[in-house]
């Protein structure tokens, strides 16, 4: 067994199989960062630059995504010591009015596998619950989702709502009706139209 087959595992979008392999790492000894940054956040990095390409579509980047989890579910145990080494702290969520959770629930998965520290707040989300949640756990950004264009004001509404409070959390917005344009004019601080972007976006962000 290796860090390499883990790698390979989560390309072949195999749950079983990711979580036997990454047991058995365990078993072995390896570092638990070295089974989660070379076998299977490098195999989503790879997955992200596969779909990027247009070689690889949503169903598989979804089922990828549940095998790094499967893999990222057996390390949290051991995880607890290394959450100082978290890149960043991301409450996301779908606005208010919309059920739509899909990508939402992939951005938030793919965050969470490349070692940010997400807060999940499902969808039809408050205004206020974005709010709130970011001061709670200290976020350093709020992620927004919306899949309707009757629900995209919303966004607009969460970025008031922060200013008019005098408070600094960034934003990021995305879903099928949301553009670049949309973001520059309500004044979020990223936008991107997938779940691979969402993370360079939200590691630069943070940098
Ligand atoms: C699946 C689906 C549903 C499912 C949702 C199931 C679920 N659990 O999510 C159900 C059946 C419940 C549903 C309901 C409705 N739906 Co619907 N739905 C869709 C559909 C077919 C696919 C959406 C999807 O999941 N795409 C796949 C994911 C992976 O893509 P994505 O969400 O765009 O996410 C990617 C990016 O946008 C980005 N992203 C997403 N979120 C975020 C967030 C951030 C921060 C960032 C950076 C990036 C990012 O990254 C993701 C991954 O790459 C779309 C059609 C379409 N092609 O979009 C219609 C669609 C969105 N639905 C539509 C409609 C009208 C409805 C209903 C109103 C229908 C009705 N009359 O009841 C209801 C609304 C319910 C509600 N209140 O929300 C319309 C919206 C029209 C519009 N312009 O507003 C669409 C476009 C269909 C159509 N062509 O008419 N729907």
Not at 38 to 51: C, P, Q, V
Not at 162 to 185: C, H, R, S, W, Y
């Amino acid at each position: 067994m290796s860090v390499q087959q883990i790698y390979n595992a989560v390309l072949e979008m195999d749950d079983e199989q990711v979580i036997k392999v990454v047991k058995a790492e365990i078993d072995n000894g390896t570092d638990v960062s070295a089974i989660l940054n070379e076998g299977l956040i490098s195999a989503m990095d790879e997955i992200g630059k596969r779909f990027s390409e247009g070689t690889v579509y949503v169903p598989e980047m979804m089922m990828a995504a549940q095998a790094m989890k499967a893999g990222v579910e057996e390390l949290k145990p051991m995880m607890k010591d290394m959450e100082t080494k978290s890149r960043g702290t991301i409450v996301i969520g779908t606005v208010k009015g919309d059920l739509h959770d899909i990508g939402k629930n992939l951005v938030a998965m793919m965050l969470e596998s490349s070692g940010f520290n997400v807060i999940d707040l499902g969808v039809d989300v408050e205004n206020d619950k974005f709010l709130e949640a970011a001061k709670d756990n200290n976020a350093d950004i709020i992620c927004m989702s919306a899949l309707l264009t009757t629900t995209m004001p919303a966004m607009e509404e969460v970025i008031d709502a922060i200013k008019a409070a005098g408070l600094n959390f960034m934003t990021m917005i995305g879903g099928a009706p949301v553009t670049q344009e949309f973001a520059d004019e309500i004044g979020a601080t990223g936008f991107s139209e997938d779940a691979p972007g969402a993370v360079e976006k939200a590691r630069k962000l943070i940098a």
